[in-house]
C-alpha cells in the first residue's frame, strides 16, 4: 500500500505539469492566431503520438521495471519542456507548439498504461476498483489544478516561465518513482529488443481477436471519442475565449470547475460501484449523450451560457469519470496479467482511434458555424445517442 501511495503521489506532480502544459500550450496559440479550426487541428495531430505511445508503452510495461520507466519517462519529459522554454524565442510559435503538445502526448501515451498495470500487482478484489478510482481522482485533480493555476501562471509567468516550473515537477516525480518497489515486477533479465516489442503487439492483437468482450468495451469508447468528449474538449474553449469573449482566467475557472466534477465522478466511482456494480456502461453513455444535447439547449439563452457551461459541463465529466473508471476495471478483469500492459494498451488505442477526428471535425464545426455553437453541442448530443442506441441494439455496450 505504501508503494501505492508513492505512485499516487509520483501522479499528482507528474499530471499537474502535464495538464497545465496541455492547458497553456493550445490556448496561447489560440490567443496568437484566434483560429478555432486550427485549434482544433493542432490538438487532433498532437493526440497522433499519444496513440503510438499507448502501443509502445503497454509492450514496455510488460517487459521493463516499471517504476524506472516512469522515472525515465519524467526526465525526458522535463528535458522536453526546459528544451521549449529555451528555444520559444527564436522558433516559429506553430512547430514548437505542435513538436511539444506531441511530445507530451507521446509520453504520457508510454506512461498511463504503465501504470494501470502497476495496480494489479498492488492491489485486488474491491481494492483494484478503489484503486482506479484513486488514479482517475489524481487524473481530474491535476486537471482541476493544471488549467487553475496554469492560467494564472501563464499570466504572471509568461509560457517560458510556465515550461520551466513544469519542468521541475518532472523531475521531482522522477526523482520519486526511482524510490519505488514494485513486487513481482519483471526480472532485470528480461530481454527487450524492437523485434520483441513488435512480437509483443502482434500477440496482443491475436489475444483480442478472440476476446469478443474486450472488443465490445474498445467500440463503446470508441463512440465516446469520436461523438461526445471531443465536443466538450473543443467546444469549451472555443465558447469561453471567442464566443463569451471570457479572460484566460475565465477558461481557467471553466476548466477547474469541470475538473471537479471529474473529481466527483471519481469519487461516486469508488464507493457506488463497490456496494453496487453495474455490468452495463450504456447508461452512462446516454447521460453523457443527454448532457451535450442539454448545454445545446442552454446556450440559446444568453442568461444561462456561462453558468450552463460551468453546471453542465461538470454534470458531463462526473459521468464521464465514472465510465473511465468502469472501463478500465473491466479491462484488468477480463485480461491476464502477463499481457494487461500491452492488451490494456492496444485496446485503448482501438478506442481513442476516433479522438483525433473527432476533435478536428468539432473544430471545423465551430469554425464553420460560430454564429450558432448551440447548434453544434444540440447536435453531438443527438447524434451519440442515436449511434449509442444502435449500438445497444447490437449489444456491443
Given at each position: 500500500?505504501?508503494?501505492?501511495?508513492?505512485?499516487?503521489?509520483?501522479?499528482?506532480?507528474?499530471?499537474?505539469?502535464?495538464?497545465?502544459?496541455?492547458?497553456?500550450?493550445?490556448?496561447?496559440?489560440?490567443?496568437?492566431?484566434?483560429?478555432?479550426?486550427?485549434?482544433?487541428?493542432?490538438?487532433?495531430?498532437?493526440?497522433?503520438?499519444?496513440?503510438a505511445?499507448?502501443?509502445?508503452?503497454?509492450?514496455?510495461?510488460?517487459?521493463?521495471?516499471?517504476?524506472?520507466?516512469?522515472?525515465?519517462?519524467?526526465?525526458?519529459?522535463?528535458?522536453?519542456?526546459?528544451?521549449?522554454?529555451?528555444g520559444?524565442?527564436h522558433?516559429?510559435?506553430?512547430?514548437?507548439?505542435?513538436?511539444?503538445?506531441?511530445?507530451?502526448?507521446?509520453?504520457?501515451?508510454?506512461y498511463?498504461?504503465?501504470?494501470?498495470?502497476?495496480?494489479?500487482?498492488?492491489?485486488?478484489?474491491?481494492?483494484?476498483?478503489?484503486?482506479?478510482?484513486?488514479?482517475?481522482?489524481?487524473?481530474?485533480?491535476?486537471?482541476?489544478?493544471?488549467?487553475?493555476?496554469?492560467?494564472?501562471?501563464?499570466?504572471?509567468?509568461?509560457?517560458?516561465?510556465?515550461?520551466?516550473?513544469?519542468?521541475?515537477?518532472?523531475?521531482?516525480?522522477?526523482?520519486?518513482?526511482?524510490c519505488?518497489?514494485?513486487?513481482?515486477?519483471?526480472?532485470?533479465?528480461?530481454?527487450?529488443?524492437?523485434?520483441?516489442?513488435?512480437?509483443?503487439?502482434?500477440?496482443?492483437?491475436?489475444?483480442?481477436?478472440?476476446?469478443?468482450?474486450?472488443?465490445?468495451?474498445?467500440?463503446?469508447?470508441?463512440?465516446?471519442?469520436?461523438?461526445?468528449?471531443?465536443?466538450?474538449?473543443?467546444?469549451?474553449?472555443?465558447?469561453?475565449?471567442?464566443t463569451?469573449?471570457?479572460?484566460?482566467?475565465?477558461?481557467?475557472l471553466?476548466?477547474?470547475?469541470?475538473?471537479?466534477?471529474?473529481?466527483?465522478?471519481?469519487?461516486l466511482?469508488?464507493?457506488?460501484?463497490v456496494?453496487?456494480?453495474?455490468?452495463?456502461?450504456?447508461?452512462?453513455?446516454?447521460?453523457?449523450?443527454?448532457?451535450?444535447?442539454?448545454?445545446?439547449?442552454?446556450?440559446?439563452?444568453?442568461?444561462?451560457?456561462?453558468?450552463?457551461?460551468?453546471?453542465l459541463?461538470?454534470?458531463?465529466?462526473?459521468?464521464?469519470?465514472?465510465?473511465?473508471?468502469?472501463?478500465?476495471?473491466?479491462?484488468?478483469?477480463?485480461?491476464?496479467?502477463?499481457?494487461?500492459?500491452?492488451?490494456?494498451?492496444?485496446?485503448?488505442?482501438?478506442?481513442?482511434?476516433?479522438?483525433?477526428?473527432?476533435?478536428?471535425?468539432?473544430?471545423?464545426?465551430?469554425q464553420?458555424?460560430?454564429?450558432?455553437?448551440?447548434?453544434?453541442?444540440?447536435?453531438?448530443?443527438?447524434?451519440?445517442?442515436?449511434?449509442?442506441?444502435?449500438?445497444?441494439?447490437?449489444?456491443?455496450?
Amino acid at each position: 500500500m505504501n508503494t501505492f501511495i508513492f505512485i499516487v503521489l509520483g501522479q499528482i506532480v507528474s499530471l499537474f505539469g502535464n495538464a497545465a502544459l496541455r492547458f497553456a500550450l493550445p490556448l496561447y496559440l489560440l490567443r496568437q492566431t484566434g483560429s478555432a479550426a486550427l485549434y482544433g487541428g493542432i490538438t487532433a495531430l498532437a493526440m497522433l503520438p499519444a496513440l503510438a505511445g499507448m502501443l509502445t508503452g503497454g509492450a514496455l510495461a510488460d517487459r521493463c521495471r516499471k517504476a524506472r520507466l516512469m522515472a525515465l519517462l519524467d526526465l525526458v519529459t522535463a528535458g522536453i519542456a526546459a528544451a521549449a522554454a529555451a528555444g520559444l524565442p527564436h522558433l516559429p510559435l506553430l512547430p514548437l507548439v505542435l513538436t511539444v503538445l506531441g511530445s507530451l502526448y507521446a509520453i504520457q501515451g508510454l506512461y498511463q498504461p504503465v501504470v494501470r498495470a502497476c495496480l494489479p500487482l498492488l492491489l485486488n478484489g474491491t481494492q483494484l476498483l478503489r484503486g482506479n478510482a484513486v488514479i482517475q481522482l489524481v487524473d481530474t485533480v491535476d486537471e482541476l489544478l493544471g488549467p487553475l493555476l496554469g492560467a494564472v501562471l501563464l499570466e504572471r509567468l509568461g509560457i517560458r516561465g510556465l515550461l520551466v516550473l513544469c519542468g521541475c515537477c518532472f523531475a521531482l516525480s522522477a526523482g520519486m518513482e526511482l524510490c519505488l518497489r514494485i513486487p513481482q515486477d519483471v526480472p532485470y533479465d528480461t530481454k527487450l529488443s524492437v523485434r520483441s516489442l513488435w512480437a509483443d503487439l502482434r500477440e496482443s492483437a491475436q489475444f483480442l481477436t478472440g476476446q469478443a468482450a474486450v472488443l465490445r468495451l474498445a467500440a463503446a469508447m470508441a463512440a465516446v471519442n469520436l461523438l461526445e468528449v471531443p465536443a466538450l474538449t473543443v467546444g469549451v474553449p472555443v465558447l469561453v475565449v471567442q464566443t463569451l469573449q471570457k479572460s484566460d482566467a475565465s477558461l481557467g475557472l471553466v476548466q477547474a470547475v469541470l475538473s471537479a466534477g471529474g473529481i466527483l465522478g471519481g469519487v461516486l466511482a469508488g464507493t457506488v460501484f463497490v456496494r453496487h456494480p453495474i455490468r452495463s456502461g450504456t447508461p452512462l453513455l446516454l447521460a453523457l449523450s443527454g448532457v451535450c444535447a442539454a448545454l445545446g439547449l442552454a446556450l440559446r439563452v444568453s442568461v444561462l451560457q456561462f453558468g450552463s457551461i460551468l453546471v453542465l459541463g461538470a454534470v458531463f465529466m462526473a459521468v464521464a469519470a465514472l465510465f473511465n473508471v468502469w472501463f478500465f476495471a473491466q479491462l484488468q478483469v477480463l485480461v491476464p496479467q502477463a499481457q494487461l500492459g500491452k492488451t490494456t494498451a492496444c485496446c485503448t488505442v482501438l478506442a481513442c482511434l476516433t479522438q483525433p477526428i473527432g476533435q478536428a471535425a468539432y473544430g471545423i464545426a465551430f469554425q464553420h458555424w460560430a454564429a450558432h455553437p448551440a447548434d453544434v453541442l444540440l447536435a453531438a448530443g443527438v447524434l451519440s445517442a442515436l449511434v449509442l442506441w444502435l449500438l445497444q441494439t447490437r449489444r456491443t455496450v
